[in-house]
């Protein structure tokens, strides 16, 4: 089955020591996004990718970072993870196609902790 | 005013209830709008695109009404498997990709 795939599911990571999250995704959409989600609250938008065209968040932290090498993976990196940074982290997929479709398709998410 | 702005619940209801949610947002340019549920620590899953008209899927309807900027989700006959948190999304812009997610309402059905 076509899906969105986040590996790992569960992370653990000291503070301050780099981590990197993975994507991917097989349904050949256009747009990939991150979302970092804390406990009783919205998902909330850190980056997103049109093609190859990365669109940051204004309020987005310098500490995270993201790549996309292709269509179908996107990376997220946390440079120096801090205690505030430990969250379910959501990547994101969308069609975008011509007649607007803009349904976002989720992974499994990746939850993070920091020691 | 917050984007989009929905019940802050929690809701509990017995089981075979009827339920309602109610969200509204803040941009009237506002081009798409969307039910999402979300299961404790699972990811949110579309439940439901939201159309001018108004649209039913089995137990659930959804219903937008733009001129008070307001969106609503009805459940019928609830189960016990429809205790969940229920997120209220929009595409505020049509310029661009993002989706602007509601805090969620917490349904929990009781037998």
């Known amino acids: 089955d076509a899906m969105v795939i986040q590996n790992p599911r569960y992370q653990v990571t000291q503070f301050g020591k780099p981590v990197t999250l993975s994507c991917s995704q097989t349904l050949n959409h256009n747009v990939m996004y991150w979302y970092q989600q804390k406990s009783s609250q919205a998902p909330k938008l850190l980056f997103h990718?049109?093609?190859?065209?990365?669109?940051n968040e204004a309020d987005t932290p310098d500490n995270f970072q993201s790549r996309r090498p292709n269509t179908s993976f996107c990376f997220l990196d946390i440079r120096s993870p801090g205690l505030g940074d430990a969250a379910m982290y959501l990547c994101?997929?969308?069609?975008?196609?011509?007649?607007?479709?803009?349904?976002?398709?989720f992974g499994p998410g990746t939850r993070l902790t920091v020691l | 005013r917050k984007e989009v702005e929905q019940d802050p619940g929690p809701f509990n209801v017995p089981e075979g209830a009827t339920v309602a949610f109610n969200c509204t947002y803040s941009n009237s340019a506002s081009q798409s709008f969307f039910w999402y549920r979300q299961d404790c620590r699972k990811e949110p899953k579309l439940l439901m695109s939201v159309y001018s008209s108004g649209n039913e899927d089995g137990r659930f309807t959804a219903q937008l009404n733009r001129a008070s900027q307001y969106i609503s989700l009805l459940i019928r006959d609830s189960k016990l498997s429809d205790s969940a948190t229920y997120l209220c999304v929009v595409n505020m812009r049509k310029s661009n990709y993002k989706l602007t997610f509601g805090k969620g309402t917490l349904l929990t059905v009781n037998p």
């Open positions: 990718y049109y093609d190859k065209d990365f669109n």
């Open positions: 994101a997929t969308s069609p975008r196609l011509a007649g607007g479709e803009d349904t976002q398709y």
